[in-house]
């Protein structure tokens, strides 16, 4: 509860709102929606917070988009999405349909709210434990929920963590209107990336992340959403200057993007995953062409 008060604050939406950026994406886990007494071991208390930073949000001009972080049984077999011991139980019909009640909970509370973006139905599922097929009905029936309380509000589709390609949810007509695909950029995670200095870290960004956002920018239907990306990398003792330049380089790609993007995170104890301390001490330099761009967005593309 301590945390809760004080590690995010109405401090941060506003640093936020002055820095350009004009959205936040909101983690929540599925518990949320049974506020104020959520099963053990879970306890009480998100829903109140999720209604308090919409509440910022309002003060400060934020759009919301709440993301369904943890869903039950969990997507991912990762300790942020509520799996202890690294099982993936989600992929079954009692979890997927808790997980839609869920979603009709927060689509029901806050489609009405002026700062409500979108719903992110699900974050991060696994490619190699979530089939596709199992994905795509869960989304196309998220999408209808969400649909029943807003005509407005995006709905977003995370993409397979793992060996998938994004452009198998553009593939799979999830939704007709205001729909999104979110991809996730880390030059982390994969020993691929531990062999590359700075100039290599830098040159992916531009010569493999660009080429696929552009594509998937002309394909029909989502818009493309870099829903998280970070400033930084496996390079040791990396300079000032280097750290400028890779975020310089992910800012201006990532910025491509036709629904913009989001950093993970505001704000966090390692410090280069900490967006505030990035921007406070100019590691990551947000000129006007960097910010998100979310506002400009009304339609999808034909």
Not at 227 to 254: C, D, P, T
């Amino acid at each position: 509860q301590e945390h809760r008060k004080s590690f995010v604050t109405g401090n941060d939406f506003f640093l936020l709102s002055q820095n350009g950026v004009n959205a936040v994406r909101i983690p929540v886990g599925w518990w949320i929606a049974y506020d104020p007494d959520p099963p053990a071991p879970f306890i009480g208390g998100s829903l109140e917070n999720l209604d308090r930073a919409f509440y910022w949000a309002q003060v400060y001009g934020l759009k919301c988009i709440i993301d369904l972080h943890a869903a039950p049984g969990s997507q991912n077999g990762m300790e942020h999405s509520a799996s202890r011991d690294g099982s993936v139980d989600w992929p079954s019909e009692v979890n997927i349909q808790k997980t839609l009640d869920v979603i009709k909970f927060l689509a029901q509370r806050y489609a009405d709210d002026p700062s409500l973006l979108g719903v992110e139905l699900l974050n991060e599922p696994s490619a190699g434990t979530v089939p596709l097929d199992t994905l795509v009905s869960y989304y196309k029936r998220g999408y209808k929920i969400v649909r029943s309380y807003s005509e407005t509000a995006y709905v977003i589709f995370c993409q397979r963590i793992g060996n998938a390609d994004p452009m198998e949810l553009y593939e799979a007509d999830l939704g007709p209107t205001n729909t999104v695909v979110d991809l996730h950029y880390y030059n982390l995670f994969d020993p691929y990336y531990e062999k590359l200095n700075a100039t290599e870290n830098i040159r992916f960004v531009y010569e493999k992340r660009l080429p696929q956002v552009w594509a998937l920018n002309g394909a029909k239907g989502p818009l493309v959403f870099v829903g998280e990306w970070v400033n930084e990398w496996n390079v040791a003792n990396a300079s000032q200057i280097q750290y400028r330049s890779f975020g310089k380089a992910q800012l201006e790609v990532f910025g491509e993007a036709s629904f913009g993007w989001s950093y993970w995170t505001v704000r966090c104890n390692s410090v280069h995953w900490d967006y505030e301390w990035n921007v406070r001490n100019r590691y990551l330099i947000i000129g006007k062409q960097s910010c998100l761009q979310l506002q400009s967005l009304k339609h999808n593309r034909g």
